[in-house]
């Protein structure tokens, strides 16, 4: 671990959130929190309870307190979070991930698998994709599954960039990353050095970077609001017959919502998988 990312801290505020519903009270809660803008989460199952960490700068009062008036919530409250070494939190709680027998996701603290066919080892900071969430898990899954030898790919709020990495190890040739949050940018790149791929392009941005380039290949694990907004922008930069995958909302209640809109921008339906309700799905431009 190097001095730099020792040291490195990030403040968040923290959101807890509670409800006296009987069913599927924890999912609908991390929904609304992530909606919100919440990136990590914390049950407390029996008690029908979540706390969502938000990074302050991300914070809206004044959309909180809309929030507030949802009659979902019986207790919704803030609270800032000590500025802290994230890295020492993680590195505490963060056991290493292995996909369908064949990618590894692994901390430098971890051993190798030099039998795995692909591994990846990411800092566990606190950047989104990890591994550890199904939305992050069943996109490696069906990532394992595709040839990207060749291909051009897009990435879209890629934090750690581990999906990129992936695609690289696969045999991607061009490769671009686009996240808005400076500290998944800059993991990212850190990221791409340690598995010796720096020939990923990483932007600090959102859509409204996307130029002429064209791309085979897009990912785009981010939340259901905005892959709404944004799928026209990603449509227009994917090439006819390309693939885009998409992932960060439910299957019960987001899946027909997000087909609908892709049907509309000529993206054809072809598969998906879910874990805990959270769903990776497949489309193709027609």
């Not at 599927?24 to 909606?35: G, P, W």
């Not at 990212?188 to 791929?197: A, D, S």
Request: proline share 3%; net charge negative.
């Amino acid at each position: 671990m190097s001095k730099v990312s020792a040291i490195m801290t990030k403040r968040y505020i923290e959101i807890y959130a509670k409800s006296k519903a009987t069913e599927n009270v924890e999912d609908i809660l991390t929904a609304f929190l992530a909606d919100f803008g919440c990136e990590s989460f914390s049950e407390i199952e029996q008690f029908n309870e979540v706390y969502g960490y938000i990074p302050e700068p991300l914070f809206n009062k004044e959309c909180f307190e809309a929030l507030k008036e949802n009659s979902f919530f019986d207790v919704l409250e803030y609270r800032p979070v000590e500025e802290q070494n994230w890295n020492e939190t993680w590195e505490s709680n963060y056991p290493s991930v292995t996909i369908d027998g064949r990618c590894l996701i692994r901390a430098p603290f971890h051993a190798p698998q030099p039998d795995m066919e692909f591994e990846i080892v990411i800092e566990p900071k606190m950047s989104f994709g990890t591994a550890h969430h199904e939305t992050t898990s069943s996109m490696i899954s069906m990532i394992l599954e595709e040839d990207l030898n060749g291909k051009s790919v897009l990435d879209m709020g890629a934090g750690t960039g581990v999906l990129a990495i992936l695609a690289a190890k696969k045999g991607a040739q061009k490769i671009t990353s686009i996240d808005c949050d400076n500290w998944s940018y800059l993991n990212h790149i850190e990221n791409n050095n340690r598995n010796e791929v720096p020939f990923i392009e990483v932007k600090l941005g959102d859509a409204q970077l996307l130029g002429t380039d064209t791309y085979d290949v897009i990912f785009a694990n981010i939340n259901r609001n905005i892959l709404m907004a944004d799928l026209p922008a990603y449509v227009k930069v994917l090439n006819l017959g390309g693939m885009i995958f998409l992932s960060g909302f439910y299957e019960i209640e987001d899946l027909e919502i997000i087909k609908n809109r892709c049907a509309e921008l000529h993206l054809a339906f072809e598969k998906s998988k879910s874990k805990n309700n959270w769903v990776a799905a497949k489309f193709i431009k027609i």
